[in-house]
């Protein structure tokens, strides 16, 4: 039986930007390999290449069908030497050596483990383990000097490690909703990061809240945040006034604006429901009264609230892209607050992402499709 088939060359734009990535990845096969090699290099701190295996797995999300030979991804962008030499092999034998060597190997999974301790990252975790602790009862009996956020994050470790699911997000927003409406009537609560994506599931759950006019929004977040805590609702917070400003690069940081841009990390206690979350949570107890939830807030301007919600809508590699995009096509300088035009010198208003997107002489991609 022999017959001539048909085999389809994928191509596709090179920005992540550009291209719509819905959840439906037809390559998860091929991405989750890719994105334990990311995933690695940014433990090791080589933070390049991690962005290298996050470029060539976004690439492989945005395709239409599963890939079945190599020779398909001829159009396919951001694919070096090494993503192209595991795909091979994933295509060829079903999976890849180096992976699979890296899924077994002790350093990758003590990282895994360590880092997945809310407050302790890659720098931490790599001192541990040279230091010979590599697992969490290692760590509980040796006893380095933790800090705040890190003994939260080791008391609550199952709960924090556990998937949110979108009821549990619902519910956190009704809290939410309530500490923003009591202490800022007219507040507006947006939920943002991977559940605005249409993700069923997270490892927090994000909120931007803004007020329609400009500036009552002004020291909103510390009464916001001990609302919740007299309500017995936070384990743990640590309110940043102006995180973002350190972690900006170039002109697009009007000044005057940047002090208010307000964010927190927290972990919620969230009383669980009955017929919510129930799954995992009980073990031989039975069901807890309660959960602890990563939640982050952030508050914006309402002038600066297109560019919090682009910005804090994700992906983290579509905001890459979107960045990487504006300075080396545009010559413009995007970040949470604003977009700031080198060639004409001024800032770019936008009161909605439709109009950052034209800004940027892209086409607009909604939420659910910028999931690379
Ligand atoms: P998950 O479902 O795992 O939570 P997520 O996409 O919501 O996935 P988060 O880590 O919660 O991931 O991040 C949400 C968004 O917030 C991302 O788009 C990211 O760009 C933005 N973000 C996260 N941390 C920072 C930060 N330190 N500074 C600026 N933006 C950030
Ligand atoms: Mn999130
Ligand atoms: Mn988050």
């Known amino acids: 039986l022999q017959q001539t088939e048909e085999v389809e060359v994928f191509s596709t734009p090179s920005y992540a930007c550009q291209r719509r990535t819905t959840l439906d990845n037809h390559n998860a096969v091929l991405t989750d390999a890719l994105s334990l090699l990311a995933e690695n290099a940014e433990l090791s701190g080589e933070d390049g290449r991690g962005v290298a295996f996050r470029r060539a797995a976004a690439a492989l999300k945005a395709l239409p069908l599963p890939v079945t030979r190599l020779t398909q991804l001829g159009g396919v962008p951001c694919l070096g030497g090494h993503s192209l030499r595991v795909i091979k092999d994933v295509l060829e034998s079903g999976a890849s050596p180096e992976v699979e060597a890296l899924r077994r190997s002790e350093r990758f999974k003590a990282l895994k483990v360590l880092t997945g301790i809310f407050g302790v990252g890659v720098k931490t975790a790599g001192r541990w383990i040279g230091e010979g602790i590599l697992t969490l009862r290692q760590l509980r009996d040796s006893g380095p000097t933790l800090n705040r956020a890190q003994r939260a994050g080791l008391r609550h470790y199952d709960d924090l490690n556990r998937p949110v699911g979108r009821a549990e997000a619902a519910a956190v ?21 991977g559940f605005r994506r249409g993700k069923q599931t997270g490892h927090d759950v994000d909120f931007l809240i803004t007020h329609p006019e400009e500036g009552r929004e002004a020291g909103l977040m510390p009464k916001l945040v001990s609302w919740l805590d007299s309500q017995g609702f936070l384990l743990y917070q640590k309110t940043n006034s102006n995180s973002y400003l350190e972690a900006a690069e170039g002109p697009a940081r009007p000044a005057s604006n940047m002090d208010r841009f307000e ?87 936008a009161s909605s992402e439709e109009e950052i997107f034209a800004h940027l002489g892209l086409e607009y991609i909604p939420p659910s499709e910028r999931n690379a």
């Open 173 to 193: 927003a009704a809290v939410v909703e309530a500490a923003a409406g009591s202490v800022l009537p007219g507040a507006r609560v947006t939920l943002i990061g």
């Open 263 to 349: 964010r927190c990390f927290s972990v919620f206690k969230l009383p669980e429901e009955a017929g919510r979350g129930g799954a995992g949570a009980g073990g031989e107890g039975g069901p807890r009264p309660w959960r602890a939830v990563r939640v982050d807030l952030v508050v914006s301007p309402v002038s600066q609230f297109a560019f919090a919600l682009l910005g804090w809508t994700g992906s983290k590699l579509f905001e890459r892209e979107l960045r990487r995009w504006a300075g080396h096509e545009m010559n413009m300088c995007l970040s949470s607050h604003a977009l700031y035009d080198h060639r004409q010198s001024r800032y770019l208003r």
